[in-house]
């Protein structure tokens, strides 16, 4: 904001051009990490709700049929449940006690009318990892297009949106790409088009009161988040600089650490994949007998531990894992956490869990 402190795509004066290149330096930087050959198919948004929205409500028609899962965020729940009002119809196939969502119950659900099928590569309650390879390539195979929420994955796991196949990938900017909170993207297929969800100022065909036709400009009216657009590029740096595997690595030791040490605690239940799977980072337990507000609120007040409890915006993941409707406590240690953390984190744990 000190440096280049106006809109991009506007006016032609300096400043102007300066924000306009930080702008396609982190669309072409991101459209790469994440093997989308066209980087104007690279949408800014401010969240990966915003992405989810735009990529639904752009796509679907009456009479269309939606396979998605009892997985799901709300981000995705709640604009597949209002397109349901629109004579939409979806199928929230039922996901496993771990999470998990076999693709043949996601086959048997396929129509001759289903346009899209939707879901999340990775829970942010369970850390639970879908088949998205074998998932893409069977919606393929039925003529739908694929939309991932890559919310819990994207920076995580390496993901390569053309080989895999996705039409449509919806991802935050401020989780594992270490972005400022509003920050988001969509990337859209080479074959996909969308109607956009909002119309208006493009900085570009200003004659025109139709809605340009050109990418990314057709799904961008408004001003760009650019501090927030200039801070994922230095995000997604970091994430280059440091490599996607060594964060990785980090990352899997200390949800090691805190999965060994909640087994430890009797009685306590520790839901999601079972030791050994392959998983994210987000881990969902509950302390025996206790109630997880409860619980988060002596982390938080007695220990300065963040902690999210509840449902976590996924009440149908709640019901899949027998969490409902209490939820759970969900820990998800990232890269700058250490195991001296985790250490007091699991001491603090079992205080609370002994007091009882
Ligand atoms: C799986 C999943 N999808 C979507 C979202 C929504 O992301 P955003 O906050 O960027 O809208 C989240 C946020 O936690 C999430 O975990």
Do not use: W
Not at 29 to 46: M, N, W
Not at 306 to 333: E, F, K, N, Q, W
Request: hydrophobic share 40%; with cysteine; net charge negative.
């Amino acid at each position: 904001m000190r440096e280049v402190g106006v809109a991009p795509g506007r006016g032609g004066y300096q400043q102007g051009l300066a924000a306009a290149r930080i702008v396609f330096s982190a669309r072409s930087a991101l459209a790469e990490f994440f093997g989308v050959t066209d980087s104007s198919r690279l949408i800014f948004t401010h969240s990966a709700t915003e992405s989810l929205n735009i990529a639904v409500n752009g796509l679907l028609k009456p009479g269309d049929h939606v396979v998605s899962s009892t997985m799901e965020h709300n981000a995705l729940v709640r604009p597949l449940h209002l397109m349901r009002g629109r004579g939409v119809e979806v199928t929230f196939v039922q996901g496993q006690p771990d999470g998990s969502v076999r693709v043949e119950d996601i086959a048997a659900a396929l129509r001759p009318n289903t346009r899209l099928v939707a879901l999340a590569h990775c829970s942010n309650v369970t850390g639970t990892l879908q088949p998205i390879g074998e998932i893409g390539r069977l919606a393929r195979k039925c003529g739908a297009r694929f939309l991932v929420d890559a919310a819990q994955s994207a920076g995580y796991f390496p993901i390569d949106v053309g080989e895999l196949g996705i039409d449509l990938f919806a991802a935050p900017g401020h989780k594992g790409l270490f972005a400022p909170p509003g920050t988001g993207i969509l990337a859209l297929g080479p074959e996909v088009e969308l109607d956009p969800l909002l119309v208006g100022g493009t900085g570009s065909k200003a004659s025109s009161p139709e809605q340009p036709e050109e990418l990314p400009d057709r799904f961008e009216s408004g001003t760009l988040n650019t501090p927030g657009i200039a801070g994922l590029l230095a995000g997604l740096e970091f994430v280059k600089e440091t490599g996607l595997g060594q964060i990785a690595e980090k990352e899997h030791q200390l949800v090691e650490q805190v999965l060994e040490g909640l087994r430890a605690l009797p009685g306590t239940v520790v839901y999601g994949p079972g030791p050994g799977a392959p998983r994210g980072n987000a881990i969902s337990f509950n302390l025996a007998g206790q109630d997880p507000a409860t619980v988060g609120f002596l982390l938080d007040r007695t220990y300065e531990i963040s902690v999210r409890v509840g449902l976590h915006c996924a009440p149908d993941v709640h019901r899949t894992i027998g969490s409902y409707p209490a939820g759970t406590v969900r820990v998800s240690p990232g890269y700058f956490t250490s195991a001296q953390d985790i250490e007091y984190f699991l001491r603090a744990l079992k205080e609370i869990a002994d007091k009882r």
